[in-house]
T-cell receptor, first 112, second 115 residues
């Protein structure tokens, strides 16, 4: 069964550094998402992406964040200058024309 | 704005007994409702959804959920719990009118099934 994959599984970075989290969505899916989950808190929506542009973003997704689909398979989330409060589990998700989103295993980002 | 409440942080049930995990939602329009399960060190796995039609929807692993519009609820149920059902369960909602399709999640309920 096709799955969403994410790399790396764990990323440790210093405050102020740039990080890029990578995702490979399911191959025939057209809608892509990033969510995050701070330890012990809810899963929160960050951004949705369709037809090579952002279709919706939350208040969390400020100018420090960007997304890109650089080729036909990868979907990336970049944080330009990480802060301590960016430490969280980041989930990528994708969906086809049906309504359910399929999630990857997540990348745990630790900012020190 | 859309929101989801899962009033129980944890539900304990004995193996073989029925289980219910509660979820209530709030949306301005009509809801699309979902349940996801998360096992340790894994992502969120889709269990089932309500889009339209029959209020009782069936999903993976013997789970089902009942949509109740008047009570704005979408409780997850299973007639006979297994120890392997022990995991973290998330309810999520999307407003049908939401073009970006963002999901709003509840805080999660930890299900513990004891042998």
């Amino acid at each position: 069964e096709p799955e969403v994959t994410q790399t790396p599984s764990h990323q440790v970075t210093q405050m102020g550094q740039e990080v890029i989290l990578r995702c490979v969505p399911i191959s025939n899916h057209l809608y892509f998402y990033w969510y995050r989950q701070i330890l012990g808190q809810k899963v929160e929506f960050l951004v949705s992406f369709y037809n090579n542009e952002i279709s919706e973003k939350s208040e969390i997704f400020d100018d420090q964040f960007s997304v890109e689909r650089p080729d036909g398979s990868n979907f990336t989330l970049k944080i330009r200058s990480t802060k301590l409060e960016d430490s969280a589990m980041y989930f990528c998700a994708s969906r086809a024309s049906s309504h359910e989103q399929y999630f990857g295993p997540g990348t745990r980002l630790t900012v020190t | 704005a859309q929101s989801v409440a899962q009033p129980e942080d944890q539900v304990n049930v004995a193996e073989g007994n029925p289980l219910t995990v509660k979820c209530t939602y709030s949306v301005s329009g009509n809801p699309y409702l979902f349940w996801y399960v998360q096992y340790p060190n894994r992502g969120l796995q889709f269990l089932l959804k309500y889009i339209t039609g029959d209020n009782l929807v069936k999903g993976s692993y013997g789970f089902e959920a009942e949509f109740n519009k008047s009570q704005t609820s979408f409780h997850l149920k299973k007639p006979s719990a297994l120890v392997s059902d022990s995991a973290l369960y998330f309810c999520a909602v999307r407003d049908m009118g939401n073009a970006g399709n963002m999901l709003t999640f509840g805080g999660g309920t930890r299900l513990m099934v004891k042998p």
